[in-house]
């Protein structure tokens, strides 16, 4: 399940986490980002090895800066607290897994 997060909890959550951590940074009126949703949605039931937060770049401004996000959707692979990877714009199924899957 992809959980929203909110730039207070994004260190606890995303920096701090020994896991492998995908944020989707979106907004509500981004349409690619609705038809990315859905995808995100079912990559975070298939790898449980992977947490799966979501970035509303709208409601936390700040830290779409602090992330260089110019274009939605964007997808930041963290891991060890550090950028790992990164994927902009809508991915097909096969090329997700392939990001997703580097990290683990």
Known sequence: MVKEITTQ?????????????????WAAWCGPCRMLSPLVDSMSEQYDAVDFYKVNVDEE????REYGIMSI??????KDGEVFDES?????????KAFIEKAI
Request: no cysteine.
């Open 9 to 25: 909890e994004f260190n606890e959550k995303v920096i701090n986490n020994s896991k492998p951590t995908l944020v989707d940074f």
């Open 73 to 78: 959707p964007s997808l930041i692979m963290f």
């Open 88 to 96: 902009v714009g809508v991915a097909p199924e096969a090329e997700l």
């Open 61 to 64: 401004p700040d830290l779409a």
